[in-house]
């Protein structure tokens, strides 16, 4: 059975960092997309960062527009972990953030594309 554990979340101020991780047991990372998502109080899961697997480049990446250029999304297949780096933080940022693994080894923004997920990790930016 596939478990995805979620680690790192926190309270954190506006511009600060913080470094997600995401351990998956029980199956691995190749050939799958790994994705974050995050879902604040009151609204929908929205889609932040996914690593695509491709088997000569090995990973490419894709991010939602708003945290493009301060999220990075990176996994190491070894350690069967994913990561999400969360720079210049904003308090919109504020969610349970998600981590999850593709059905396939592209997968993109909807949910239905991922088949095993984690039970989240609370991060809270204060203004």
């Known amino acids: 059975q596939v478990q995805v554990v979620e680690s790192g979340g926190g309270l954190v101020q506006a511009g600060d960092s913080l470094r997600l991780s995401c351990a998956v047991s029980?199956?691995?990372?190749?050939?799958?997309?790994m994705a974050w998502f995050r879902q604040a109080p009151g609204k929908e899961r929205d889609f932040v960062a996914v690593?695509?697997?491709?088997?000569?480049?090995?990973?490419?990446?894709d991010y939602a527009d708003s945290v493009k250029g301060r999220f990075s999304i990176s996994r190491d297949n070894a350690k069967n972990t994913v990561y999400l780096q969360m720079n210049s933080l904003k308090p919109e940022d504020t969610a349970v953030y998600y981590c999850a693994r593709g059905n396939m080894p592209v997968a993109g923004p909807n949910v239905y594309e991922y088949g095993y997920w984690g039970q989240g990790t609370q991060v809270t930016v204060s203004s």
């Open positions: 029980g199956g691995t990372l190749s050939r799958r997309a």
């Open positions: 690593s695509n697997w491709n088997e000569f480049i090995t990973s490419y990446a």
